[in-house]
C-alpha cells in the first residue's frame, strides 16, 4: 500500500491536470483548427510525464487492495487470442515451447522459459486496471519482477527504454502492425512492475495475456502489454515501428499514461 502522502500527491497533479484541461475544453474546437495549438498539446503530454517524475516519489506504489475487494470476473479486452499459428502452436501445448526472449542492450542476452521465469524473484499484488474503454476491474496477479529480470539481463549504460513485443497483429493482414509497448527504466525497476503469468491463483487466461503479460500499475492499461513473446532494451524509441513508443502511440495515444 503507497502512504497517504504518495497519494495526496498524485491526487494533487490529477486535480491540476483536470483543471487546466477544462480551463481548454470551451474553445477547443477553435483551438484545434491552428497551427500551434496541437504542439500545445505535445508540450502538455510531456509536462504531465516531467512534472510527475518531479513531484511523485520514485517508489511510490499504486493502490493495492484487500481480496474481498477482487472482481468477480476481470474482462479481456482488445485481442482475446492472438491468431498467428506460432501462437496457436505454443498454446496448445499449455506454452511448454515458449520462450522469452530479451536483448538489445544488455550484457547477457536470454531465451527463458515459463520456468525460468518463475524461478525469478516474484511479486503478488491485488491492483485495478482502468482501461481508456471506460471500465475498471481489480485482480490479484503474480509474476516476475521485471526488476529482477533486467539484472539478470545486466542492462548497459546507455538503456533508457525497455519494449515489448506481443504475439498479436491488430490487423489480419499486416504483419507490421504487431503490437508493442515501451516504458521507461524508471517504471521498469518499479517494484509493482511485473511481467504476470497468475491472475487470481491461477495460470493466466488467454483472454488475459497468457503466458506472459505486462503489469505496470502507475499506468493505464492499454500500457499494459499482453502475450509478451520478446523484450528488448534500446537507447532510442524513434526507429522502432511508427517510432512513437507503441501501437497505440502510433495511433495518436500519450506514451506516457500515468499521474
Known amino acids: 500500500m503507497s502512504s497517504d502522502k504518495g497519494f495526496s500527491r498524485r491526487d494533487l497533479l490529477a486535480r491540476l491536470i483536470a483543471g487546466a484541461s477544462a480551463l481548454a475544453l470551451g474553445g477547443c474546437e477553435k483551438l484545434s483548427e491552428s497551427n500551434w495549438f496541437p504542439g500545445v498539446l505535445g508540450l502538455g503530454t510531456k509536462a504531465t510525464y516531467r512534472v510527475q517524475r518531479l513531484i511523485v516519489a520514485r517508489k511510490a506504489m499504486a493502490q493495492e487492495f484487500p ?33 522469452l526472449e530479451v536483448g538489445g542492450l544488455v550484457e547477457r542476452p536470454v531465451r527463458l522459459s515459463l520456468a ?23 485482480g490479484k496477479w503474480k509474476g516476475a519482477r521485471l526488476s529482477a529480470l533486467l539484472e539478470k539481463v545486466q542492462i548497459k549504460p546507455d538503456a533508457r527504454y525497455v519494449v515489448f513485443f506481443c504475439a498479436d497483429a491488430m490487423e489480419d493482414d499486416d504483419p507490421g502492425s504487431l503490437y508493442y509497448e515501451s516504458i521507461d527504466l524508471e517504471d521498469a525497476f518499479h517494484p509493482q512492475t511485473i511481467l504476470a503469468y497468475e491472475l487470481d491463483d491461477e495460470p493466466l487466461p488467454i483472454k488475459n495475456g497468457a503466458p506472459l503479460r505486462l503489469r505496470v500499475e502507475r499506468q493505464l492499461g492499454y500500457k499494459m502489454a499482453k502475450y509478451v513473446m520478446r523484450i528488448e532494451v534500446v537507447d532510442d524509441l524513434s526507429r522502432i515501428a511508427g517510432g512513437k513508443g507503441g501501437y497505440w502511440e502510433d495511433q495518436g495515444y500519450e506514451w506516457y499514461a500515468g499521474i
Request: aromatic share 8%; hydrophobic share 30%.
Open 67 to 99: 481480496p474481498r475487494d477482487l472482481s468477480p470476473e476481470f474482462r479481456g479486452n482488445g485481442t482475446l487470442s492472438p491468431n498467428s499459428p506460432a501462437y496457436l502452436e505454443l498454446a496448445s501445448k499449455g506454452f511448454a515451447d515458449y520462450r
Open 116 to 138: 525460468q521465469i518463475r524461478q525469478l524473484p516474484s511479486r503478488t499484488q491485488i491492483t485495478r486496471h482502468d482501461c481508456v474503454e471506460g471500465w475498471s476491474a481489480i
